[in-house]
C-alpha cells in the first residue's frame, strides 16, 4: 500500500514549491539513503519526484514505486554475506566480473514485477553512463529494475548493460548526486543527499582496519575497482551539492563501500543526518 502521510500533508499550502530528492551513489553507504526517506516521510515532507544513481537509483526506485520505507529497510537488514553471495554470478570478463543477471531478478522480485516508469506513483528518473562516449544518460523510460541495473554497474566489476544502441554503466562516473537531473525535470527547491564520505577524512577507514601477516592489509580486486570509481566522482560530488537547497550527509566514514552487511548502521546514520536537518529544511519551506 502507497504511504502517503497524508495527515501532515494536508497542512501544507498550495502553490508551495516542487520538491525533488537526488539520491546519490555510494554503494553499501547508499543504504542510509532509507534512514534518510524515513525521517523526511515521518515528518511530513512532500516529495514530487526523485532521481537516483547507482544505489540511490535503486532505493529512489523502489520509494517511488510504493512509498514503502518498512518493506526496503527489512530487505537491507536482510543483507547478510551469505545473501550477497548467493546473488552474485561470475561470468567469462569480457565486460565484468560479475553478470548481473541474479541481482535484476531479486530487484524485480522485490518491486513484485517488472515495473515500468509510467506506473511509478512518484514521477523519477536515474542516471548512468556511456561508457563509450563517456556522456550522461538520463533514463526515465521502459523498465525500472534495467534502467537501475545499468546505473549500479561499477565498471569492471559488473558487466555492461546495452539498452537503445548504448553501453552503459555506474552513473557515478558522470553524476554521483543527481541534482542537475532534477532541475532539468521542473524541481524548484531540492534536498541532496550525498553518502560518500570525504575522500580527504582523517577517520577514513573503508578497508584499511583490516589486519593481514604483514600488518594492515591492502585492498582487494572489488575493492580497488569501487575506490577507483569513489576517488574519480569526489570532485563532481562537491560541485553537485553546490546546486542543491538543502544537502543531508550521513556519517558514514568507520563503514566499508562493501560493507551491506551493517545495514542498520547505515539506516540509523542515515536518520540521525536527516533529523539534524529537518528543522532547517522546515524552515526553508515554511512548513509547520
Not at 175 to 196: H, Q, R, W, Y
Request: glycine letters at 12%; proline letters at 4%; charged letters at 25%.
Amino acid at each position: 500500500m502507497f504511504e502517503t502521510g497524508k495527515s501532515k500533508l494536508e497542512k501544507v499550502k498550495l502553490g508551495r514549491k516542487k520538491i525533488g530528492l537526488a539520491l546519490g551513489g555510494g554503494y553499501a553507504w547508499g543504504l542510509a539513503h532509507i534512514g534518510v526517506l524515513r525521517v523526511l516521510k515521518d515528518e511530513g515532507i512532500p516529495i514530487d519526484m526523485i532521481a537516483g544513481t547507482s544505489i540511490g537509483a535503486f532505493i529512489g526506485a523502489f520509494y517511488a514505486a510504493r512509498g514503502n520505507i518498512t518493506r526496503i529497510e527489512k530487505v537491507a537488514n536482510n543483507l547478510t554475506r551469505a545473501r550477497l553471495l548467493s546473488l552474485v554470478d561470475l561470468t567469462f570478463p569480457k565486460t565484468g566480473l560479475i553478470g548481473g543477471y541474479r541481482l535484476k531478478s531479486w530487484g524485480k522480485s522485490i518491486f513484485g514485477r517488472d515495473i515500468k516508469f509510467k506506473d511509478l506513483q512518484i514521477p523519477f528518473a536515474c542516471v548512468a553512463t556511456d561508457i563509450v562516449t563517456g556522456r550522461e544518460v538520463v533514463i526515465k523510460e521502459g523498465s525500472v529494475m534495467e534502467a537501475v541495473r545499468a546505473s549500479f554497474s561499477v565498471p569492471g566489476l559488473f558487466s555492461v548493460v546495452k539498452r537503445e544502441g548504448k553501453y552503459l554503466v555506474d552513473g557515478s562516473l558522470v553524476n554521483p548526486v543527481p541534482v542537475s537531473t532534477l532541475k532539468d525535470m521542473g524541481a524548484e527547491f531540492i534536498i541532496a543527499v550525498n553518502v560518500f564520505p570525504n575522500v580527504g577524512a582523517k577517520d577514513k577507514t573503508y578497508w584499511t582496519g583490516k589486519k593481514g601477516r604483514g600488518g594492515l592489509k591492502g585492498p582487494n580486486l572489488i575493492e580497488v575497482l569501487i575506490q577507483t570509481t569513489f576517488v574519480g566522482s569526489n570532485s563532481m560530488v562537491k560541485t553537485a551539492l553546490e546546486s542543491a537547497d538543502l544537502v543531508i550527509e550521513p556519517q558514514l566514514a568507520t563503514i566499508g563501500p562493501v560493507d551491506f552487511h551493517r545495514g542498520r548502521e547505515c539506516i540509523l546514520q542515515g536518520e540521525l543526518a536527516a533529523e539534524d536537518r529537518i528543522a532547517n529544511l522546515k524552515r526553508q519551506l515554511l512548513l509547520p
